[in-house]
């Protein structure tokens, strides 16, 4: 029999990249008691992994657990980035509800449309929290007329269109109903939680069944199942068999090691947990996200949407260049190839192929920021490789065409900038779809475009915008290709000879282009060191020193001045290189090169090309 389990709520924070979810959930956290009085909690808790806290954005979905007035409300901390979409869609499956964050400036945006489309057809309860209600130009009532609208343009029932709105900021941990109450603290928005949000239902006395929708992992115990009980209970030691609704002949049988409850940021070990708990389970080593624990007796799969699948694809290389093997701890194709499959224990939105060079891996990711974070990850933890420049997966239809994957692109730009990027994504087979005015000043745009079009897009919108133009984007699916792309127009300054750069050879060098390096900097032939704003490549030599005379001229040398170098990321070297070049990453430096190295080579592979266009 169907019953409701009263004591628990489970509840997803979805947003926008950054309109403050994980400093909604840093305020419950502290106000919900779990941590001591004195203790020293840092800002934005839940984002645990460096990278996230240095960008500022979540990249894994996170659980947590917090009390209130007899209640545990387990919440789930969801990215709001597009390229990590495939987090958000499989966590909601645990949850009842969700509270929607919509940023009381900004206002809807285009992933606060993607992640309560997710919701919404799953049929989840939504809470709205307006925050950053005290910033000086907040428009929480407009906001709020906004978010209404998107509610109808989705479709939303008449129950989700009658949902509560609250009235927050995060930061200075206050919530309200309506916008003239006293500024307290989060209580009225825990409460209606508690009150809104559906209990979690289920069947105690039935068989186990119990999905996964996520997966952790832990070096001293392997792989981490995490999802809610949906029937029965599971125990420590049970037998169970697992099965998978995508996968009809899987049937494996397997036994509960640990299992584990959230409280606060840790994970509690417990011996039993029944219907609508969210636990996470270790010591069964083959588990994946969307398999089902059952009862021997009867195993019945839990229907289960499929992952998205990636739309572009790296090649991640053993480093070959002449400096190969000085800055790095891992440099061989073995620790390459383990550290890649390693991050399959994690990352399901992540493709890795072996391909006919055993020094070479083919990585498939769903967007440039989800490729470039591992990138960044690994070369954090000391590894030293090499990456081509993405390109898109292609797909073919049954008449064997060829099909492209799309992007909706949405751009916040000042109007004054409107003409250069509409000339820009029209020359990348972009076609605007929309123009509309939008807050402060700006105008916002609507591309349907390819997603190779947005390939080494972000520099040059950038740069064209003079960084004040914002870009949002979303996959949306699959359409005829749309024909060639040249993705870049200018030319790069290449290293002639190996040696050490002096300022009289880039003081020369200079004139041709925008110089990517220093004086003092190891160089080798065939290495990018600048930019040509002209279509061709140009070979430099960048280690010459000046002949010596014998007059002798105190302030001849002197009165050499470089223009400082392009400091480059690694987003902007990514989004530079072309498909003849590769990016050598190190610990300690990212280094622009030909694929070929060799000028003569390099010339012949050329000609062999433009004979056979």
Do not use: W
């Given at each position: 029999m169907k019953m409701k389990r009263e004591d628990v709520r489970n509840v997803a924070i979805i947003a926008h990249v950054d309109h403050g979810k994980t400093t909604l959930v840093d305020a419950l956290l502290k106000q919900s008691g779990i941590f001591r009085e004195n203790q020293e909690v840092m800002e934005r808790v839940m984002d645990s992994n460096d990278?996230?806290?240095?960008?500022?954005?979540?990249?894994?979905?996170?659980?947590?657990?917090?009390?209130?007035?007899?209640?545990?409300?387990?919440?789930?901390?969801?990215?709001?980035?597009?390229?990590?979409?495939?987090?958000?869609?499989?966590?909601?499956?645990?949850?009842?509800g969700v509270i929607l964050v919509v940023d009381a400036y900004e206002g809807v945006m285009p992933q606060t449309k993607f992640v309560l489309r997710k919701a919404l057809e799953l049929g989840?309860?939504?809470?709205?929290?307006?925050?950053?209600?005290?910033?000086?130009?907040?428009?929480?009532?407009e906001v709020e007329e906004e978010v209404l609208e998107l509610l109808m343009d989705l479709d939303a029932s008449e129950e989700q269109l009658d949902c509560p709105?609250?009235?927050?900021?995060?930061?200075?941990?206050?919530?309200?109903?309506?916008?003239?109450?006293?500024?307290?603290?989060?209580?009225?928005?825990?409460?209606?939680?508690?009150?809104?949000?559906?209990?979690?239902?289920?069947?105690?006395?039935?068989?186990?069944?119990?999905?996964?929708?996520?997966?952790?992992?832990?070096?001293?115990v392997g792989r981490i199942g995490v999802g809610k009980v949906d029937n029965g209970r599971?125990?420590?030691?049970?037998?169970?068999?697992?099965?998978?609704?995508?996968?009809?002949?899987?049937?494996?049988?397997?036994?509960?090691?640990?299992?584990?409850?959230?409280?606060?940021?840790?994970?509690?070990?417990?011996?039993?947990?029944?219907?609508?708990?969210?636990v996470a389970i270790s010591g069964i080593t083959d588990i994946h996200i969307g398999d089902t624990l059952c009862s021997p007796e009867s195993p019945e799969a839990i229907p289960f949407q499929k992952i998205s699948e990636p739309t572009i694809a790296m090649n991640f290389m053993v480093n070959d260049s002449p400096l190969a093997g000085q800055e790095g701890k891992f440099v061989t194709s073995r620790h390459l190839r383990e550290r890649l499959f390693r991050e399959l224990n994690t990352d399901v939105s992540l493709r890795v192929e072996e391909t006919d060079s055993p020094?070479?891996?083919?990585?498939?990711g769903r967007g440039e920021l989800h490729l470039s974070v591992l990138i960044e990850n690994m070369r954090r933890e000391g590894f030293e490789f090499a990456v081509s420049k993405a390109e898109v997966l292609y797909h073919f239809d049954e008449r064997n065409h060829k099909l492209e994957p799309m992007e909706i692109a949405y751009v916040d730009v000042p109007e004054e900038f409107t003409g250069a990027v509409i000339q820009k994504l029209t020359s990348r087979k972009g076609e605007l779809q929309g123009m509309s005015p939008a807050n402060g000043g700006y105008t916002r745009l609507e591309f349907a475009i390819p997603s190779r079009g947005l390939i080494g897009y972000r520099g040059e919108f950038m740069t064209d915008t003079k960084g004040n133009g914002i870009m949002n984007t979303a996959f949306d699916g699959y359409a005829p290709f749309k024909g060639e792309l040249s993705y870049r127009k200018t030319g790069s300054l290449i290293a002639y000879e190996s040696g050490e750069s002096i300022t009289y050879g880039l003081f020369n060098a200079q004139e041709r282009g925008s110089l990517f390096i220093g004086p003092g900097i190891k160089v080798y032939s065939g290495m990018v060191i600048g930019q040509n704003p002209k279509a061709e490549d140009i070979e430099i030599n960048v280690c010459k020193t000046k002949k010596l005379t014998n007059t002798r001229s105190s302030s001849a040398d002197e009165a050499l001045k470089l223009t400082p170098p392009r400091d480059m990321s690694l987003e902007q070297c990514l989004d530079f290189i072309d498909t003849d070049e590769l990016l050598e990453i190190t610990p300690s430096n990212l280094r622009i090169r030909k694929k070929i190295l060799d000028p003569t080579l390099r010339k012949r592979s050329?000609?062999?090309?433009?004979?056979?266009?």
């Open positions: 990278i996230e806290r240095e960008r500022g954005i979540t990249i894994l979905s996170k659980n947590t657990a917090v009390h209130y007035s007899g209640t545990k409300i387990n919440i789930i901390d969801t990215p709001g980035h597009a390229d990590f979409g495939g987090e958000v869609e499989r966590v909601l499956k645990m949850v009842n989840l309860s939504v809470v709205t929290c307006i925050n950053k209600i005290d910033r000086p130009e907040a428009r929480p009532q709105f609250i009235y927050a900021s995060a930061k200075a941990g206050f919530a309200k109903r309506e916008l003239e109450d006293e500024e307290i603290d989060m209580g009225p928005l825990f409460r209606t939680v508690i009150d809104h949000i559906p209990a979690p239902e289920g069947d105690s006395d039935a068989s186990t069944q119990l999905l996964i929708s996520t997966i952790d992992y832990n070096e001293y599971i125990r420590v030691n049970q037998e169970c068999v697992i099965v998978n609704h995508h996968d009809p002949d899987k049937f494996r049988k397997v036994k509960v090691g640990k299992l584990y409850e959230y409280e606060g940021l840790n994970k509690v070990e417990v011996q039993e947990a029944t219907i609508g708990a969210i020094d070479c891996f083919k990585v498939s050329s000609l062999t090309k433009k004979s056979l266009a």
